[in-house]
Every structure is written in structure tokens, then in C-alpha cells.
């Protein structure tokens, strides 16, 4: 029962996610539109060219934010509490207890360590590799300014 609701709250984050980003792509081609292919030399023009801009930004944040709402209203507060991405890869996959060549994901490790964060590696039963990184929201916002 508890895996049922479970599947069913991920399909519904996932959809929510695809909506979302669906919207972002059609908000980021309105604003492309409204970028003029010529430039304008003339004030009138470019302020013409401006408010053109501005608008489709203003357009493009009213695209974007019932699809955002919704899906970080499906968030449990883990999950509003820190900054999650996954990676995933379809390769042969490794054992993360052997020895790591490169330093890939050394440099992923430390630089989420020194945010407070971390970094899981798994491999999953359908092969492959999966990289949870997981930075606390605070962290996160302190170092994006």
C-alpha cells in the first residue's frame, strides 16, 4: 500500500516536472522571439527593443510560475530544504568501493563537502550509474550570490 502511494506521488512529481519543463522551454523561446534579429540604432528603436524584452521576460515568468508552484507544492520538506540533482548513466556502470581513476568524482565530492552537501554514488540493478548530489538549500543560496 505505502509503495503504491510512493509510485504514485513520483509519477505525479514527474509530471509536474515535465509540465514545468515544458514551460520553461516555451517561456525561453518567447523571450528569443522578442530579441530583435537586427539591432536598432536609433533611441526610439532601442527602447522599442527594450520594453519588447522586458515584456516577454514578464510574459515568460507568468508562463513559468503556475508549473513551479505546483510541482514545489508536490515537494516534501526534505526536499524544499536542500538542493537534490541526480545524474544518471546508462553505461556498464562501476563498483564504487574499487579504486577511481580521474578525478571527476573527487572534485563532485569535495566541492559538495565544502557546501555542507554529499555525494552518493549507486549502481542500479539495470546497470548503469547513478550520482545523488545534495547540497542544504541555505548552503546553496549563501555561494549563489
Do not use: W
Amino acid at each position: 500500500m505505502a509503495g503504491r502511494r510512493f509510485r504514485a506521488a513520483v509519477v505525479q512529481t514527474l509530471a509536474a516536472l515535465g509540465e514545468l519543463g515544458n514551460a520553461s522551454i516555451a517561456a525561453a523561446q518567447n523571450i528569443r522571439a522578442a530579441c530583435p534579429a537586427q539591432i536598432t540604432l536609433t533611441a526610439p528603436g532601442r527602447l522599442a527593443a527594450m520594453q519588447g524584452r522586458i515584456e516577454a521576460m514578464i510574459s515568460a515568468a507568468a508562463t513559468v510560475r503556475p508549473p513551479l508552484e505546483k510541482f514545489y507544492g508536490l515537494l516534501n520538506d526534505e526536499q524544499k530544504a536542500a538542493l537534490m540533482s541526480f545524474i544518471k548513466d546508462d553505461g556498464k556502470g562501476f563498483v564504487p568501493s574499487h579504486e577511481v581513476r580521474g578525478i571527476g568524482l573527487i572534485g563532485i565530492r569535495e566541492r559538495a563537502e565544502i557546501l555542507g552537501g554529499s555525494v552518493e554514488c549507486m549502481t542500479p540493478r539495470e546497470g548503469g550509474t547513478l550520482i545523488r548530489l545534495r547540497i542544504p538549500r541555505e548552503r546553496a543560496e549563501l555561494h549563489a550570490g
